[in-house]
């Protein structure tokens, strides 16, 4: 049975979330501000991105102010958001839309512009454009496993999830709001139906819901167990000249923080660094300064890291090789959390070598 979408779209009105890149109610859509959204939104919290968000509408208050920027600015914009790969498809997607003057309005054409794959296309279809497609993230999914009480775990049940999914707008109501409806079905995951503890009591889809019914809901949807992440190890080296700059280098630009700034050092490998094997892969020879060990949690391993300090006397810089990067400022690099961290340890107290 579909649930009834006049009552999902009642609950919407009264407790829809106030988002800034949401529009107001009988206010048209910005595409420009929904796909921002989105692509910020790809595995990150609403609370961890609304302050970028905000911060690149300041910056780029158009797609084609975005377009136009240098890559560089717009990696140091998104320094600390993660999962890099995003910020350089944002670019050449902004760069694709401005050229030929404005975003597409199917999911079939939005399909073929960067960084856009199934979810956030139908998102931004339906969203900005009006079309009467349901968007599957994770709250979607959530929403859907348990109305139809679909016990197979995930990520194996995702196939079965979009064509149910797909049937929740199944209806006039729905489709005549259809962005009205996929922010609903948003808001009813992230509010109502949440991975643990769901309101169920306060539910407009509540006596539609056959896991409710069943006394499951808080089980589902089932997931595989996680296989535990591996650990790696590396070391990084802060190196000063006279002038207060660091010797910073950007890393390739496709791959894991691809395009970003690093303090030069080591590889990441599965065995700790000793003191004495990491050094030899220092930029240069001096006194170098143990700070400390950061640890830090990519999707696929935990990472950890020591970091040396050392600074250079006057003059001291020229012999120093290009592949260890230039001396540059903080302020226009384009810094991951990671080698954030990184820096912080220059304010503890130093360890001994």
């Known amino acids: 049975m579909t649930p009834d979408a006049s009552a999902l779209l009642r609950w919407y009105d009264h407790h829809r979330r106030a988002l800034p890149w949401r529009s107001l109610p009988g206010q048209r859509p910005d595409p420009y501000a929904v796909w921002l959204s989105e692509i910020m939104l790809q595995q990150t919290t609403v609370k961890a991105v609304i302050s970028y968000y905000e911060r690149f509408l300041t910056h780029y208050p158009t797609v084609q102010d975005l377009a136009d920027a240098p890559l560089e600015d717009v990696l140091h914009l998104w320094a600390g958001l993660g999962y890099y790969a995003r910020a350089r498809n944002l670019h050449a997607c902004a ?68 064509r149910q999914a797909a049937l929740l707008n199944d209806g006039p109501v729905a489709q005549s709001r259809p962005s009205d409806f996929a922010q609903a079905l948003f808001d009813l995951g992230a509010t109502i139906c949440t991975p643990r503890s769901p309101a169920c009591l306060t539910c407009p889809w509540q006596t539609s819901c056959i896991a409710h019914a069943r006394g499951i809901a808080a089980q589902l949807p089932a997931k595989q167990p996680k296989q535990a992440r591996p650990t790696r190890y590396g070391a990084h080296f802060l190196l000063h000249d006279s002038s207060g700059q660091i010797l910073l280098r950007t890393r390739p630009p496709t791959g894991l923080l691809g395009g970003m700034d690093e303090l030069p050092g080591t590889e990441w490998r599965g065995t700790a660094w000793t003191d004495e094997e990491a050094l030899t892969h220092a930029p240069c020879l001096t006194d170098w300064v143990r700070r400390g060990e950061i640890r830090h949690v990519f999707t696929h391993f935990t990472l950890y890291l020591t970091v040396y300090e050392a600074c250079l006397p006057h003059g001291h810089n020229a012999g120093i090789d290009s592949s260890f990067g230039t001396f540059r400022s903080t302020k226009r690099a384009a810094l991951p959390g990671v080698m954030k961290k990184c820096l912080a340890l220059t304010q503890q107290t130093p360890e001994t070598p």
């Not at 016990?151 to 079965?160: C, F, I, K, V, Y």
């Open 95 to 162: 760069k694709r839309v401005s050229e030929r003057g404005g975003f597409p309005d199917t999911v079939e054409e939005l399909l073929t512009l960067p960084g856009i794959g199934a979810y956030t296309a139908r998102a931004i279809a339906a969203i900005a454009f009006g079309r009467p497609v349901v968007p599957v993230d994770g709250n979607v999914e959530r929403v859907t496993a348990r109305l139809n009480a679909t016990e197979e775990p995930l990520p194996a049940s995702r196939p079965l999830l979009a």
